[in-house]
């Protein structure tokens, strides 16, 4: 009879372990289920292009590069030009772009030419330019402010899309256009202030509240985007940009002319056909014979004959 007692005492510590783990095991599989379920149900809301082009996250990037972020920021930044490229092609949104530049730089903040060549990317891709796309590239260039603060190329890329770029793309109405155009004098200001800047900067900075100022501005910087660019398509559409503002530029010295020439026309004898003003010069008048300085002819006596 003990014998038996004992026997059922070990068997039920032999089984009260393996039914706590098969209880734990049948919650474990539930709680994977659910979580299953909920990941699925998450995963059928991503865009259909986010199992391909989704990055996990900057921290996780420099772990997994085993100390060579460097390498790593080569890489994204490649892969980015393929999308950028690919997208460009295809007439797309590009709007993972900005997450792999930024990713890119996180990697390497000393990696230069993504600021440049990456704002321009962000701006220039073939799509409608809208404020967004342009806040956007502006974050990349704030972040190329703090790890080159001397170059003065980063600042005035930043100040064209303040003082021009945001305000043309945006709705004549928007609220922030005030605030983006006085933020771009004074980024252009300071970099006018750079060591080594160019010279035109600094007639720019003093010219660029006026409308032709503001338009050599934009052929400034449109020429800098088009050297920086890395795609043909890209430099496409900057260069229709370039074009169309020369054209402006070149019709508003025309029209200053034109009218240059007709208020010298009516200054002088608009009675008469216009080429007479040009031949016969001012208009003599007796005010004019009054104010000219008077010239005497020396006295010149003749030999007689």
Same mark, same amino acid.
């Given at each position: 009879?003990?014998?038996?007692? @004992? ?9 009260? =372990?393996?039914? /706590? ?17 909920? /990941? $699925? @149900? ?5 865009? =259909? ?25 080569? #890489? %994204? ?10 997208? +460009?092609?295809?007439?797309? =949104?590009?709007?993972?772009? @900005? ?7 996180? #990697? ?38 703090? @790890? ?18 945001? !305000? ?23 970099? /006018?202030?750079?060591?080594?800047? =160019?010279?035109?900067? &600094?007639? #720019? ?32 559409? %900057? ?27 009516? $200054?002088?004898?608009?009675?008469? !056909?216009? *080429?007479?003003? +040009?031949?016969?010069?001012?208009? %003599?008048?007796? $005010? &004019?014979?009054?104010? /000219?300085?008077?010239?005497?002819? !020396?006295?010149? *006596?003749?030999?007689? !004959?």
């Amino acid at each position: 009879m003990s014998s038996s007692i @004992a026997f059922r005492n070990s068997a039920g510590r032999r089984l009260g =372990p393996a039914l /706590a783990l098969g209880l734990l095991l049948l919650v474990l599989s539930i709680v994977a289920g659910l979580c299953q379920s909920r /990941a $699925n @149900a998450l995963h059928d809301r991503w865009p =259909p292009e986010a199992d391909t082009f989704y990055l996990p996250p900057s921290r996780i990037l420099k772990l997994a590069s085993l100390g060579h972020s460097e390498l790593a920021a080569d #890489l %994204i930044h490649s892969r980015a030009n393929v999308y950028f490229g690919t997208q +460009l092609h295809a007439r797309l =949104p590009t709007k993972w772009l @900005a997450r792999y530049l930024l990713a890119a730089i996180d #990697l390497d903040p000393q990696f230069r030419r993504l600021y440049l060549a990456g704002a321009a990317m962000l701006v220039y891709n073939g799509q409608r330019i809208v404020p967004d796309m342009v806040l956007a590239a502006n974050t990349v260039l704030e972040r190329g402010r703090q @790890a080159f603060p001397f170059d003065w190329e980063i600042p005035f890329q930043l100040g064209f899309n303040l003082l021009y770029e945001l !305000p043309m793309d945006a709705t004549p109405d928007d609220p922030r256009i005030p605030g983006w155009r006085q933020q771009g004098v004074e980024v252009l200001r300071q970099t /006018a202030l750079y060591e080594g800047v =160019p010279f035109f900067i &600094s007639n #720019l900075v003093a010219s660029m509240l006026t409308k032709q100022g503001s338009q050599e501005l934009a052929v400034r910087h449109l020429e800098q985007a088009y050297a920086v660019s890395t795609s043909e398509e890209a430099r496409t559409q %900057i260069r229709e940009k370039l074009l169309q503002l020369r054209g402006s530029q070149v019709v508003q010295d025309l029209a200053e002319r034109q009218r240059e020439f007709q208020s010298l026309v009516e $200054n002088r004898y608009p009675e008469f !056909p216009e *080429a007479f003003s +040009l031949v016969i010069g001012p208009r %003599i008048t007796s $005010n &004019s014979l009054l104010t /000219a300085p008077f010239r005497a002819t !020396p006295f010149r *006596a003749e030999a007689p !004959p």
